[in-house]
């Protein structure tokens, strides 16, 4: 298995030409907003482009999965799966005189919407200082078992981003085999994602892929 890539021009294509949906500037200003943080994001292997691996992938995998499973698909799941990981990189924005104005939280809906906002905000990471624990590692599995309970209880288009996410980011880790991550993925699947596919509302869909990216990163633990 290679590195999955697509370009931007793949991802217009998708929306224009697979899903039927007009680009407009809701979805124009969700690439912009993610080319302004992302442009120079390089990925764990410190040579792939985070847009091109990552953010374009994501998006076209979670629309592919909605015309696939005939789920309704608007440009609210488009944005969403574009600007998925905005809020962990909120401190980049260099150039964006609103955000720095009233905060970026405040920025981010204004110009999203609280329905954005909102998938944003769960699949956020929380700072570990916000957990309590003795150590790190006991704080890590508090976060761990917090983030677990929200997906849980999130919907149908979190659940979706989120799987398609951790998806991108297992293939991703297993052709480079970044040793620490490889260990923290293959714990986390065993502990919640594979479950997590077929937990309501089952996407069976997703079982056998996050299977098979968990058997690939086990794999490669046992022969380094």
Partial sequence: MSIVSATKEDLLNTIENEAKIRIDSFVESAIELVEELHSDVKREDEKSSFLETHVWPVTIDVIQHYQKAHKLLTTLQIVSSIVHDVMEDNEKILDLNTSKAYGFDAYFKHRFGDYVFNVAT?????????????????????????????????????????????????????????????????RESEDFYIAFSILPPTVSEFYPKMRQAYDELKSIKVSV
Avoid: H, W
């Fill in 122 to 186: 769960i699949l956020k990471t929380k700072p570990l200082e916000n957990y309590f624990g003795t150590n790190n590692e006991e704080k890590q599995t508090a976060r761990f078992f917090d983030y677990c309970t929200s997906l849980i209880k999130s919907d149908y288009d979190v659940k979706i981003i989120k799987l398609c996410d951790r998806l991108n980011n297992m293939n991703f880790i297993s052709q480079i085999s970044v040793q620490e991550k490889t260990q923290r993925y293959l």
